[in-house]
């Protein structure tokens, strides 16, 4: 950056946990079900009488994945509950309540994503109208908390057929909601390989609406994220972090500038990769691949977005200058198109000066 001088260069590791939480950020890859404000859900969890913990400490213990606990993906999963809801207010709220504390994290864009599936299966609610309850109650809470926000339909392969993801889609597609930036591909990569989704994706693709994301190589070898590219034509890759065993893919990584959404305590928890020094994040970087700091489910792990930062800068030595490139590049991997990136560009630029003026 213009106007960044060398004392701010070096600086990023000194920085407070609270300097480094108003830090302008750009983030690709959180779940909307994994990033619930917290008091608003036990709150929910009591009025409708769940069979969880009465008091806030112990109803913490039980709902999230403990931060210190050893890594296991099936506890990490089981964390995820669908069956919260009870009317669509409760749907409504917990939306507008979690988005709004998104401010916290100095968020300046994010694309939240989120699985129709997940809020209407319980009440069998109609998929196009929690959908856009979803997207008004999000927008809302994001002009409270100044984050300029679009939207990533995520569906799951374990949960869906391809022939009810396709017809999910179409629906969804149907109701021209502009917010709606980028279709996701979530749930268990290892039984549900890329290989089956590949009509849906040539649909996507061939309507030409929605940028793509496929989470691959999570917990599977550098393959897949090979099958995500050349046989779904992934726009970005979720996680991807077994591209470190694999030098020609980052060679093509680093050369198409697809992005890599890696979420370091995330890939800890899960199991996917536990030892959070030695993340991949930090070499690939350093190759030139284009890789993006993301929290994935920050109320899950009993973290935040500002944690990852904090880990990336001391674990692999970041510096403002880096946060700051790997932010940009983060804007030219958003599902925008590129007078909206431009614009987004400025909007960061000025948000990156208010911070260094207080910083
Ligand atoms: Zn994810």
New binding site residues.
């Given amino acids: 950056m213009e106007g960044m001088n060398a004392e701010s260069t070096s600086r990023a590791r000194e920085l407070s946990h609270a300097e480094l939480a108003r830090f302008p950020k750009v983030e690709l890859?959180r779940?909307l079900e994994g990033t619930f404000e917290l008091n608003s859900l036990f709150a929910m969890s009591q009025r409708n009488g769940l069979d969880l913990p009465s008091t806030f400490e112990d109803f913490k213990r039980e709902v999230q994945f403990p931060k210190d606990s050893e890594p296991d993906f099936l506890t990490f999963l089981s964390k995820f509950r669908n069956n919260w809801y009870r009317s669509l207010d409760d749907v409504r709220e917990i939306t507008y309540e979690s988005i709004k504390s998104f401010a916290a994290d100095g968020l300046h864009y994010i694309e939240v994503?989120f699985s129709p599936e997940h809020f209407a299966i319980h009440n069998n609610f109609d998929r196009r109208e929690i959908t856009r309850l979803v997207i008004d109650a999000g927008n809302e809470g994001a002009r409270e908390a100044d984050v300029q926000l679009r939207y990533l339909i995520t569906f799951n392969r374990s949960k869906q057929t391809e022939e009810e993801m396709l017809a999910l889609y179409r629906e969804l597609r149907d109701l021209d909601i502009p917010e709606i930036v980028g279709i996701d591909l979530?749930g268990d990569e290892i039984n549900y390989p890329p290989e089956l989704f590949q009509r849906f994706f040539k649909t996507v693709r061939d309507d030409g609406r929605f940028g793509t994301t496929i989470?691959a190589g999570e917990v599977t070898h550098a393959q897949q994220v090979w099958e995500a590219l050349t046989l779904l034509g992934a726009d970005r890759i979720?996680?991807g972090t077994s591209a470190i065993e694999d030098e020609k893919l980052q060679e093509r990584l680093a050369s198409t500038g697809v992005a890599l959404e890696q979420?370091i305590t995330?890939n800890r928890q899960t199991g996917s990769w536990t030892d959070e020094e030695h993340h991949p994040f930090g070499v690939l970087y350093r190759r030139g691949v284009n890789v993006t700091l993301n929290s994935?489910?920050p109320t899950i792990q009993d973290s935040d977005l500002t944690d990852d930062y904090a880990k990336a800068v001391r674990y692999f030595g970041l510096t403002v200058d880096d946060l700051v490139q790997i932010n940009e590049r983060t804007i030219d991997s958003a599902f925008l198109s590129d007078e909206e990136k431009r614009r987004l560009k400025s909007t960061y630029t000025k948000a990156l000066e208010k911070f260094k003026q207080r910083a």
């Fill in positions: 890859h779940h994503r979530a989470h979720g996680h979420c995330s994935d489910d």
